[in-house]
């Protein structure tokens, strides 16, 4: 049994809810899985402040659709579970990575106790899409092979162990959510952990939705940059030299072996090696 072809109750709703990721702002890319889920629903309950409602189109005439913006936990969970104990079809639409700052796990913990099963379809993160708009890999050898996800402490605090300055020590690539609204602090913070002053940062603003910004400078500058722009929400916070890949000087840039003629592997034998 798939996500496609869930089993229907006998009284025609689904045997379970269904999370989907709606994907990091364009309609078009919400997974063909997710879609499929949407055009069959009863009952659609999306994150109205972080959705786009043109993904509402693929919603069948007579559905009940619900804004969970200005909802709060209880609200949202009990308008699921009634849905689902009435026999209709429920998608819970939520941002595109459902594994990732969604409040996901709240709502299923909450539906399990009512005997709910839900099962999560993911969508195509933002940080995806930020590397996307800006036309950048997060890893390159001998520069970062290690990507951190994560935000700075504000009204919703982070473990001991996981503030700025920790993270910074890495020198990693560091991608922040929830957190450009700190902008002065973050950069302040990334510097007493290590960053230093010329290090590139990028500030994705809405990846992929029509109104999507792109700010770009350094430790030094950025938060000027970002003010200027008057971004204060709905965006990520990019940071590391990978920024720099396709302006890289040819000596500075290192090659994968994954391609590299002098290098075989399963599928592919190395160049002088007997028999090539």
Do not use: C
């Not at 089993?7 to 025609?12: H, I």
């Not at 409602?53 to 009634?82: F, K, N, Q, W, Y």
């Not at 839900?118 to 390159?140: D, K």
């Not at 001998?142 to 700075?152: C, F, L, N």
Request: proline residues 6%; aromatic residues 6%.
């Amino acid at each position: 049994m798939t996500a496609t072809d869930p089993a229907p109750l006998a009284e025609g709703g689904w045997d379970r809810i269904f999370v989907v990721g709606a994907g990091p702002g364009a309609p078009d890319l919400i997974t063909v899985r997710g879609l499929r889920l949407l055009e069959r629903a009863d009952l659609v309950v999306y994150a109205g402040s972080l959705v786009p409602t043109a993904l509402l189109d693929a919603v069948p005439e007579g559905a009940r659709v619900v804004d969970s913006a200005g909802m709060a936990l209880r609200e949202i969970v009990a308008t699921l579970a009634d849905g689902f104990n009435a026999g209709m079809r429920v998608v819970r639409l939520q941002t595109g990575d459902t594994s990732l700052f969604s409040a996901q796990m709240e709502q299923m913990r909450a539906l399990a106790e009512r005997g709910i099963p839900v099962e999560i379809v993911p969508g195509v993160s933002s940080a995806n899409a930020a590397a996307a708009v800006l036309g950048v890999e997060f890893t390159l050898p001998e520069i970062s092979q290690t990507v951190i996800y994560s935000r700075a402490a504000g009204r919703t605090p982070v473990p001991e162990g996981e503030n700025l300055p920790s993270l910074a020590a890495h020198g990693a690539t560091l991608v922040l959510f929830l957190s450009v609204q700190m902008i002065h602090r973050v950069v302040e913070q990334l510097a007493q952990g290590g960053y230093a002053p010329d290090t590139p940062v990028a500030v994705v603003h809405k990846a992929t939705w029509p109104e999507q910004r792109i700010v770009r400078g350094t430790l030094e500058n950025i938060v000027e940059r970002v003010r200027d722009a008057g971004i204060k929400m709905t965006a990520l916070i990019v940071v590391g030299r990978v920024l720099e890949g396709a302006t890289l000087p040819e000596a500075e840039f290192h090659y994968s072996k994954l391609y590299d003629p002098g290098f075989g592997h399963g599928f592919r034998r190395r160049a002088g090696a007997a028999g090539v």
